[in-house]
């Protein structure tokens, strides 16, 4: 009985609330110890040269990525000339064009050499055939020779790929991704650039050429359009604020007037508000065709055109009327496809009124004061940038041909 008394009393004691407590915050402490790695702070210095896992040599990596990020950065804030090779790589790696980094370390000294590359040699030397890669370096080349730094330079291609989201022509993103799309080559985006991307509906282009003009409204601003209605469009629409409304946003509009069903028609139409607004030959019956609402509904097809009247306002529809009523109007067709013409100075092609010439910029500029450091403008050296690239093109196949008949 003494035994088992004294087990019992010896039981007691340890298993106490006090001490169980104690044990508690004594297992707490160490499991903090470990995961601060303050245990090896005290040890010697043998044991901090020694790895081991969560202790406090653990946490470099994070320095080591802070280090390389500063090595990557250091000297970026030279003059473009001065640039070494590794920096102009790191340059190119940012733009998108990692692809020819490799080429640029072993034949780019510095960035004055690149600034006086000519079109052939950036072909030959960096090993860049593709137009669009070659457009894209020589405008960006351009613009380190400008004073002004203009804000779509600061929009890179993956911007441009969410951008066609918005827009309501997500079918087009890979053709833009693979070119490198950017923000200044959306500026001085050109017929002949739209057709080689595969575009080529004659709504789509003016889809994009709306939008691009949006953009230019805005000042060029990432976050400028709207994607999900507010509380102030419950009130009222002003045309302004209808231009930046996303192809998502002019869905949302319709489920409200009661057009939920056709909604989903629009995906991929390339319809925004921009396109509704500024397109003067865009109208209700345009957007009722692409909705796929059936011409026998007629009372239907005048529901959706008392709102969209109230929509873009009666001085925009007003407008629409006037160009309408012209002698150069031309009724837009959204299965049309785009009609172009190259420039034939040999034979003295004369274009249609519905021709557009290629080498005309999508959008164009009204007025550019932002001047290079030769004094042309930047629409001139875009134009001048895309006929010599397609120039050289042409030269490269016809030697690729000519090639095989030399050596017989």
Not at 200 to 217: D, F, P
Not at 280 to 290: D, G, K, M, V
Request: glycine share 6%.
């Amino acid at each position: 009985m003494y035994v088992s008394s004294f087990k019992f009393t010896k039981r007691r004691v340890v298993d106490s609330p006090d001490i169980r407590e104690i044990k508690i915050l004594s297992r707490q402490t160490k499991q903090e110890m470990k995961r601060s790695g303050s245990q090896e702070l005290s040890g010697d210095d043998e044991r901090l040269g020694d790895f081991k896992r969560g202790g406090a040599r653990a946490t470099a990596g994070a320095r080591l990525a802070w280090s390389r990020d500063l090595k990557r950065n250091d000297g970026m804030d030279k003059p473009f000339q001065q640039r070494d090779g590794e920096q102009i790589s790191y340059w190119l790696h940012d733009m998108g064009l990692s692809m020819y980094v490799s080429d640029c370390k072993r034949c780019i000294k510095n960035g004055g050499q690149l600034l006086k590359a000519t079109t052939h040699e950036l072909e030959k030397d960096l090993g860049i055939k593709n137009h669009f890669h070659r457009k894209k370096l020589q405008l960006a080349l351009e613009a380190v020779g400008s004073s002004i730094k203009e804000k779509y330079g600061q929009l890179n291609y993956d911007w441009v790929t969410r951008w066609l989201d918005d827009i309501g022509l997500p079918q087009y993103k890979s053709n833009f991704l693979e070119a490198r799309i950017d923000g200044r080559m959306l500026h001085y985006l050109t017929v002949d650039d739209l057709v080689s991307l595969k575009v080529m509906s004659s709504l789509h282009h003016l889809s994009i050429k709306r939008g691009i003009q949006a953009l230019r409204r805005s000042s060029w601003n990432p976050s400028c359009l709207k994607r999900r209605p507010a509380q102030s469009d419950q009130l009222h629409n002003a045309p302004d604020e209808v231009m930046l409304w996303t192809n998502h946003r002019v869905m949302e509009w319709l489920r409200t007037i009661d057009l939920s069903e056709y909604a989903p028609n629009l995906r991929g139409s390339g319809v925004h508000g921009a396109l509704m607004v500024l397109e003067a030959r865009f109208n209700a019956e345009n957007l009722a065709s692409l909705l796929s609402i059936p011409t026998s509904k007629t009372l239907l097809r005048r529901h959706l055109f008392t709102h969209f009247v109230d929509l873009i306002g009666q001085d925009v529809q007003h407008k629409k009327r006037e160009y309408e009523a012209s002698s150069s109007y031309q009724p837009l067709i959204p299965s049309a496809k785009i009609k172009y013409s190259r420039k034939r100075a040999i034979f003295g092609h004369k274009r249609s009124k519905s021709e557009i010439d290629a080498d005309d910029l999508v959008c164009p500029v009204e007025s550019l004061t932002s001047k290079t450091k030769n004094g042309t403008s930047h629409t001139e050296t875009a134009k001048k940038i895309g006929v010599y690239s397609k120039e050289l093109n042409t030269l490269t196949d016809m030697l690729a041909k000519d090639v095989p008949s030399s050596n017989v």
